[in-house]
């Protein structure tokens, strides 16, 4: 039995479209905790919809069950969950000029493509810090398509990560995560920021 799992209900739209959803609705979605026994049961969950479970803990790979629908005839479904331990993700934060890097905050989240594609596949969200030797590890990906991204203060911030596969069985090492210090390049940007009214702004972080 797998206690502290996080057990969520959601649909098959894509991430984005149900986070947009819930931020409409202002509403957190329906959700429970497994117990010591690995007994959870999710309350409240609206009939004749079609609906999915999204489980996760720390130690263990994130889960997606098939689609289930609750009916006035099926009103209380028994749905079973199986947690199992997912890729691990080594690897080191460094400069252009290959000085390691620590401190650095490493995100993992799944590709721009699949933020915005409908989920049929378990998802996962990490986060990690770099080392004093620059290293990092993230634990428990599921299989899919994911990026990594690095980012401490004074280095530029990317707009894409690196892609990694993970294939939820092998672990991936030697992943080489670069950053660009902030007063690298040739040329500047300049100019003044106002109000509506064109008085200068002071304090405003660009």
Known sequence: PISGADLVLCTSDSIFSQALTAAIKKAPPVSARSDETGYYAIM????????RVYATHNDHAPQLSDPLMLTNANREPRLDVFMFAGTTVRGWV?????QRIA???IRCIPSY?????PMDSPQ?????????DGSFEIAELAPGEYQLFAHKKGYKVAITGTPIYPDGYSDL???VLKLDVVDQGTFSVYGTVS???GRGL???EV
């Open 113 to 117: 493509s699949k933020l915005f594609s």
């Open 173 to 175: 090492n030697n992943i």
């Open 195 to 197: 109000d509506a009214n």
């Open 124 to 132: 996962t969200f990490r986060g990690a810090d770099s080392k004093e």
């Open 94 to 98: 460094e400069d252009r000029s290959g």
């Open 103 to 105: 401190g650095a905050a």
């Open 44 to 51: 409240g969950v609206p009939l004749n919809q079609e609906w």
């Open 202 to 204: 002071s304090g405003v």
